[in-house]
C-alpha cells in the first residue's frame, strides 16, 4: 500500500487518466508526446528481482538495474528511438502495449505516490511470437499547470532475465 494520505475520486481519476495516456503514447510510438509526460527531475529505473532462497524474499537493486535514467538521457534514448536511421533496434519498429492495473495512490509530501501492476505485451515482426514482461511500478507524480507529471519511476520486473532481444522500449 503507498504510504501517505488516500486520495479523493477526483484525484484518484486523474491518476488512472494519467497511467492511461502514458500508456496510450508508448502503444502508439508517441515517444516525444511520452516525454512531455515527464517531469525534469525525472529518475526512471527498471530493476530485476534477485531470488536468494525460500526463506528470504526477492530483493531489487542488486546488480547493474536494465535502466537509470535521468532527463537528458531519456531525451536521447526518445531521440533515437523515434527516429528509424538511428536504431536498429527499432527498425522495424516494436509495437507495444501497457495493460496498467491494480492502481493504488496515496498524496506523500513529495506527491502523488502511485503503485501499480504492468503487463507489456511486445510484437515485433522479425519474430514470430510475442513477448510479454511484466512488473510492478512505483511512481511519484507530481502536479504541475500542465497537469500530472511522471518524477519517478521504479519498475520491478517479475524475470530475473528479460527474454527480449534487447530492451528498447518503455516499462
Same mark, same amino acid.
Request: glycine residues 6%.
Given at each position: /500500500? ?20 502514458? =500508456?496510450? $503514447? ?20 527498471? /530493476?530485476?528481482?534477485?531470488? /536468494? ?19 537528458? =538521457? ?15 533496434? @527499432? ?51 507530481? @502536479?504541475?499547470? $500542465? ?13 530475473? =532475465? ?10
Amino acid at each position: /500500500m503507498p504510504a501517505g494520505a488516500p486520495l479523493g475520486d477526483d484525484a484518484f481519476r486523474a491518476v488512472y487518466e494519467f497511467l492511461s495516456l502514458e =500508456s496510450d $503514447c508508448l502503444g502508439v510510438g508517441d515517444l516525444t508526446a511520452w516525454y512531455a509526460l515527464l517531469a525534469p527531475q525525472i529518475r526512471y529505473r527498471v /530493476m530485476a528481482p534477485a531470488f /536468494m532462497d525460500a526463506a528470504r524474499p526477492r530483493h531489487y537493486g542488486r546488480g547493474t538495474p536494465y535502466f537509470d535514467e535521468d532527463t537528458h =538521457s531519456l531525451g536521447i534514448r526518445v531521440r533515437q528511438l523515434s527516429t528509424p536511421s538511428f536504431t536498429i533496434a @527499432e527498425n522495424p519498429r516494436t509495437i507495444a502495449r501497457h495493460f496498467v492495473t491494480n492502481i493504488r495512490a496515496a498524496r506523500t509530501d513529495d506527491g502523488i505516490e502511485a503503485l501499480s501492476n504492468v503487463l507489456v505485451l511486445r510484437v515485433r515482426s522479425t519474430e514470430p511470437e510475442p513477448a510479454l514482461v511484466s512488473a510492478r511500478r512505483v511512481d511519484l507524480l507530481v @502536479e504541475t499547470p $500542465c497537469g500530472l507529471r511522471l518524477a519517478s519511476r521504479l519498475a520491478q520486473l517479475d524475470q530475473v =532475465s528479460v527474454r527480449q532481444p534487447n530492451l528498447s522500449f518503455f516499462i
